[in-house]
């Protein structure tokens, strides 16, 4: 996909869960540029088609054609929205209207704009990338103290930047640790020779935060969620809730994840949640394959009860055990100022993992870098 058409296919994604949708997956081996959203129980097949010629009749026939094969896998799809750059062509747009009861919305996207077709004088919606509605807000937080929280935040704030994105970091701590590790500045060498500084935004003073110009924010959460802010709870759009896999790291079959969730979904219930396991430890032996199980089993279950929530295994990504990342924060006791554990030009295990996860996030939600 070029630069462009994976801007435009972001900033309608965007538009879409502003409205609320929630991204259930991307599906390009079934239907190339088919999204599948969901909002109030309904699934929606969303098709975003960026050409150079309008679409055609045999496009749409195709598109009708695969629509079945998703539902198998999803679910009914209840309605169709498809989104243009160069417009409908005659036969594909009388043969598009309806299909099989459902109603299928065609719209026309510009660079910023998009419009209903065949009401190009009606409203247009705009698309515009990097103002305050258009901040990512990516949470770390589970109710469970020391479990990793700022350390991932930091590096997860920092693997961003490495992507190009103008990330910012804030801190939602009372106890400030994040502030206090990096004295108000996280540097990173995100290419080889290329330093930058992420800056880390205190809870008390959002405004410049919320003026300035990001793209992701990227918000280290107090584990107990009534000290945070309740206004940055609501504009989440992701949370990250790391934990580890140990007896008391899972409690009970998962009943650290299991509060935690609900404890975000009392204030929002649209963002996606994401857990995964941090400080991860090979562990061959009949201990270490049950907790793995107990993990997956318990969480399947949780899944299935919130669609938004997602657990990534182990074995696809996890963020090890690492002697770097368990004496990061020196910089808390001399003057050195403060950067992450890798370098973009080094290779390193946290560096692997973090990438790896950054990845498989992006993979999953549509999340630009
Ligand atoms: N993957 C890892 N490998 C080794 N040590 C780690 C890893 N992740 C975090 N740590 C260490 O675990 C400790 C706790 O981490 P951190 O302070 O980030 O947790 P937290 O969840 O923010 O804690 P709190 O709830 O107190 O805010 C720190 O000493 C940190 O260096
Ligand atoms: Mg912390």
Not at 79 to 106: A, C, D, H
Not at 301 to 313: G, H, L, Q, R, T
């Amino acid at each position: 996909m070029s630069r462009f058409n994976e801007i435009l296919t972001y900033r309608i994604i965007s538009h879409f869960i502003s409205q609320s949708f929630a991204i259930m997956a991307s599906d390009m081996e079934r239907l190339k540029d088919a999204h599948i959203l969901s909002k109030e129980g309904k699934r929606i097949l969303l098709w975003i088609k960026i050409q150079d010629h309008p679409i055609s009749f045999l496009q749409i026939r195709n598109l009708f054609e695969r629509i079945f094969q998703l539902e198998v896998v999803y679910g009914r799809i209840d309605g169709i929205y498809i989104v243009t750059n160069r417009g409908y062509s005659p036969s594909s747009y009388s043969f598009s209207r309806l299909y099989e009861n459902r109603t299928v919305n065609l719209y026309l996207v510009t660079a910023s704009k998009l419009v209903k077709f065949g009401e190009e004088n009606s409203k247009p919606i705009e698309l515009i990338a990097g103002d305050q509605n258009n901040k990512t807000y990516i949470g770390i937080f589970t109710c469970k103290g020391g479990v990793g929280k700022t350390t991932i935040a930091a590096h997860f704030a920092a693997t961003l930047a490495c992507h190009s994105r103008k990330v910012a970091l804030l801190d939602l701590d009372p106890e400030q640790n994040l502030s206090k590790v990096t004295k108000k500045r996280l540097h990173v060498e995100a290419k080889k020779g290329e330093k930058l500084s992420i800056p880390v935004f205190n809870h008390q003073n959002i405004k410049p935060l919320e003026d300035g110009d990001y793209d992701v924010v990227v918000c280290d959460f107090s584990p107990a969620l009534e000290r945070n802010l309740k206004s940055v709870v609501e504009k989440l759009n992701y949370v990250l809730m790391p934990t580890t896999l140990n007896p008391l790291g899972l409690n009970s079959g998962g009943k650290v994840i299991k509060n935690s969730i609900d404890e975000i979904r009392t204030i929002n219930k649209e963002c996606r949640i994401f857990s995964f396991i941090n400080g991860y430890q090979e562990d061959k032996t009949k201990r270490g394959a049950m907790l793995k199980e107990i993990y997956v089993n318990s969480l399947q279950n949780i899944a299935s009860d919130d669609e938004k929530f997602e657990f990534v295994k182990p074995q696809d990504v996890c963020v090890r055990y690492s002697v770097l990342l368990y004496y990061w924060g020196m910089s808390m006791y001399d003057d050195t100022p403060s950067t992450v554990v890798f370098r973009s030009s080094s290779s390193c295990y946290p560096k692997e993992d973090y990438f790896a996860l950054c990845e498989y996030i992006q993979r999953s939600s549509m999340l630009r870098m």
